[in-house]
C-alpha cells in the first residue's frame, strides 16, 4: 500500500500538480513502514521507507517550484508525522561525541578547514581572508571532487541506514576518509547545509570544531535532519529569519546543548558597485538580477512593471541572469509557460529587455536605476544589496514565506525598502523617480546603508569572533 501510493504521488507531481492529502497519506504510510522494519531489526529497509517518505515530503517541485511552501506555512504540523515515527526518531536522535572540541590553538595559528559539497559561490572573501591571515593556516576541499568522499556524500539512504544501526562500513570507510582532515583541522567551516554536513557528523570529529552554515535552500530539503546536530558546535545562518524556520523544524536547537545559533550576513565586497550611474533613462530602467528559479517570481516584477507603464512608458524592466530551469519540474515548465507569455508580449515593445549572465554585473548596473527583489523567499538576496549598493533604489517585496512572522524582508533591511504587493511597489518607484534629485537622493541613502551595514570589513570581524575566539 505505501509502494502504491509513493508511485501516485510521485506520478501526480510529475503531472505537475500536487494533491498535498495524496502525498501526506503516501508519506504517512512510508514512515508507517519503516516504523515496522526499524521493529523487526531491518536496518536497509526501515532506511529504504525512510528515504520514500522524506523524498515523498521534500520534493522539489512543492517547495521549490511553487510560489508556496506547506513547510514555511506550518513547520511543526507539516513534520508532525516524522516526529511520531519510531524510525525517524531513531535516525534523527544524537549519536554525540566522547569529548567537547577543544578551544583554538595559544601557540600557532588556528588550522581552519573550509569545506563545501558543489557549491563554493559564497566562500571567496572569506577563503581570501584567511589565506593572508597570520593567526590562521587555512585548507580548502571540495568534496564533490574528492574520489574518495563523493561516494560517502551522496548516499543519503545509506547514512540513513548507519543512524538506525546498520550499514557499519559506512562508518568505518567515512572514519577512514575523513580522519586524516578532522586530525589536520582544530576547526571545519562546512558551507551548505547539505551532503558535506551530513557527511562530516556521520563520524565522531574528536576535538575539533564543526561549524556549518546553512543559506536558505537546505531548510526545504531532507538533509538538516540527517546532520547530527550533536557534533555541531556552532550554527551560522545569513538571516534571523531562517535561523526562526529552521529551529521550528528542528526542535533539539532549541533544547539544552544545542550547537550555538549565530546569524551573520553573507560575505560580499560591494564597494566595487559604486560606480556612477549612466545618463538618460537610467532612473526608470527597473532591474531583476537572477530569475532563474521560480522562488525568484519574476512574474511579480512584470505585475509592477505593468503598474509603470501605466503611469509612464518610460520604466522598463532588465533582467540580468540566466532564464528558468524547464527541465527541473513539470511545476517548473508550467511557470515558465505563463512568464514567457508575459515576455512575449512586453519584449517586442522594449519594455523588457533580457541580459543573461554577465560577469560584468557592477557594469550591468551602472544602467539600472530601481533594483527589485520579487522573490517569494530569499535567505539575504544579495543581488538585491549589490543593487542597492550600486545607488539603485531598492525595493523589495515582503517574502510571503516569512511575511507576518518576526522576522523576514521588514526586520532585515529598512522599513521603506519593503512593499507588501506590486501596486505599492509601483508607487514607491514612481514617487521616488519623479525627478532626477529625488531618485538619486534616495539611491545614495540606500547605498551608504548597504556599505556600513553589509560590506565586507563590516561583516568580516563576525566571521574573526565565530572562527578565532573561544
Known amino acids: 500500500?505505501?509502494?502504491?501510493?509513493a508511485e501516485a504521488a510521485r506520478a501526480d507531481l510529475e503531472r505537475g500538480h500536487d494533491d498535498a492529502a495524496l502525498r501526506r497519506s503516501a508519506y504517512e504510510a512510508a514512515l508507517t513502514t519503516a516504523?515496522?522494519?526499524?521493529?523487526?531489526?531491518?536496518?536497509?529497509?526501515?532506511?529504504?521507507?525512510?528515504?520514500?517518505?522524506?523524498?515523498?515530503?521534500?520534493?522539489?517541485?512543492?517547495?521549490?517550484?511553487?510560489?508556496?511552501?506547506?513547510l514555511a506555512e506550518d513547520p511543526a504540523g507539516y513534520l508532525a508525522p516524522?516526529?511520531?515515527?519510531?524510525?525517524?526518531?531513531?535516525?534523527?536522535?544524537?549519536?554525540?561525541?566522547?569529548?567537547?572540541?577543544?578551544?583554538?590553538?595559544?601557540?600557532?595559528?588556528?588550522?581552519?578547514?573550509?569545506?563545501?559539497?558543489?557549491?563554493a559561490n559564497f566562500l571567496q572573501s572569506i577563503r581570501d581572508r584567511y589565506a593572508?591571515?597570520?593567526?590562521?593556516?587555512?585548507?580548502?576541499?571540495?568534496?564533490?571532487?574528492?574520489?574518495?568522499?563523493?561516494?560517502?556524500?551522496?548516499?543519503?539512504?545509506?547514512?540513513?541506514?548507519?543512524?538506525?544501526?546498520g550499514a557499519a562500513t559506512l562508518g568505518e570507510r567515512a572514519e577512514k576518509a575523513l580522519r586524516p582532515h578532522l586530525d589536520w583541522a582544530d576547526t571545519v567551516f562546512v558551507d551548505w547545509c547539505t551532503n558535506a554536513a551530513a557527511l562530516f557528523t556521520l563520524v565522531d570529529p574528536g576535538t575539533t570544531r564543526i561549524v556549518v552554515r546553512?543559506?536558505?535552500?537546505?531548510?526545504?530539503t531532507l538533509w538538516p535532519h540527517l546532520m547530527d546536530l550533536d557534533r555541531v558546535d556552532d550554527l551560522v545562518f545569513v538571516g534571523d529569519h531562517l535561523r526562526d524556520l529552521v529551529a521550528d523544524c528542528l526542535p533539539r536547537l532549541r533544547e539544552p546543548g544545542a550547537p550555538a545559533l549565530?546569524?551573520?550576513?553573507?560575505?560580499?565586497?560591494?564597494?566595487?558597485?559604486?560606480?556612477?550611474?549612466?545618463?538618460?533613462?537610467?532612473?526608470?530602467?527597473?532591474?531583476?538580477?537572477?530569475?532563474?528559479?521560480?522562488?525568484?517570481?519574476?512574474?511579480?516584477?512584470?505585475e509592477v512593471l505593468r503598474r509603470l507603464r501605466e503611469h509612464d512608458e518610460r520604466y522598463r524592466l532588465?533582467?540580468?541572469?540566466?532564464?528558468?530551469?524547464?527541465?527541473?519540474?513539470?511545476?517548473?515548465?508550467?511557470?515558465?509557460?505563463?512568464?514567457?507569455?508575459d515576455l512575449a508580449e512586453l519584449e517586442p515593445t522594449g519594455a523588457v529587455q533580457l541580459l543573461g549572465r554577465t560577469e560584468?554585473?557592477?557594469?550591468?548596473?551602472?544602467?539600472?536605476?530601481?533594483?527589485?527583489?520579487?522573490?517569494?523567499?530569499?535567505?539575504?538576496?544579495?543581488?538585491?544589496?549589490?543593487?542597492?549598493?550600486?545607488?539603485?533604489?531598492?525595493?523589495?517585496?515582503?517574502?510571503?514565506?516569512?511575511?507576518?512572522?518576526?522576522?523576514?524582508?521588514?526586520?532585515?533591511?529598512?522599513?521603506?525598502?519593503v512593499v507588501g504587493s506590486p501596486g505599492e511597489a509601483a508607487d514607491r518607484i514612481i514617487a521616488l523617480t519623479a525627478t532626477e534629485e529625488t531618485w538619486r537622493k534616495a539611491g545614495a541613502e540606500a547605498a551608504e546603508h548597504a556599505l556600513t551595514t553589509w560590506d565586507w570589513p563590516v561583516i568580516s570581524p563576525g566571521f574573526d569572533r565565530l572562527l578565532l575566539e573561544d
Open 318 to 341: 532588465v533582467v540580468i541572469g540566466d532564464g528558468l530551469d524547464r527541465k527541473a519540474s513539470a511545476a517548473a515548465r508550467a511557470y515558465d509557460d505563463l512568464l514567457r507569455r
Open 360 to 417: 560584468d554585473v557592477p557594469g550591468a548596473l551602472t544602467g539600472i536605476g530601481v533594483i527589485l527583489s520579487s522573490s517569494v523567499r530569499e535567505s539575504f538576496h544579495c543581488g538585491l544589496v549589490e543593487g542597492a549598493a550600486s545607488g539603485a533604489l531598492p525595493v523589495v517585496r515582503d517574502w510571503p514565506f516569512f511575511a507576518g512572522k518576526e522576522h523576514g524582508a521588514r526586520t532585515l533591511f529598512p522599513a521603506d525598502w
Open 82 to 119: 516524522f516526529r511520531a515515527s519510531t524510525a525517524f526518531q531513531a535516525m534523527t536522535a544524537p549519536r554525540g561525541r566522547a569529548v567537547p572540541a577543544a578551544a583554538p590553538p595559544a601557540d600557532r595559528p588556528l588550522r581552519l578547514l573550509v569545506t563545501t559539497y558543489s557549491n
Open 262 to 302: 549565530h546569524v551573520i550576513a553573507n560575505a560580499m565586497d560591494l564597494e566595487r558597485f559604486r560606480q556612477e550611474k549612466t545618463g538618460g533613462d537610467t532612473r526608470f530602467t527597473v532591474g531583476l538580477i537572477g530569475a532563474g528559479v521560480v522562488a525568484k517570481d519574476p512574474r511579480w516584477a512584470v
Open 214 to 220: 546553512l543559506h536558505s535552500y537546505e531548510a526545504f
Open 132 to 165: 593572508d591571515h597570520p593567526g590562521v593556516e587555512i585548507r580548502f576541499l571540495e568534496v564533490k571532487e574528492d574520489e574518495t568522499l563523493r561516494p560517502l556524500a551522496r548516499g543519503a539512504q545509506r547514512m540513513m541506514e548507519y543512524a538506525l544501526g
Open 1 to 5: 500500500r505505501a509502494d502504491l501510493l
Open 35 to 70: 516504523d515496522r522494519w526499524y521493529a523487526k531489526g531491518d536496518a536497509k529497509k526501515a532506511a529504504a521507507s525512510l528515504s520514500s517518505a522524506l523524498t515523498l515530503a521534500f520534493p522539489r517541485a512543492v517547495h521549490f517550484d511553487s510560489l508556496t511552501s506547506p
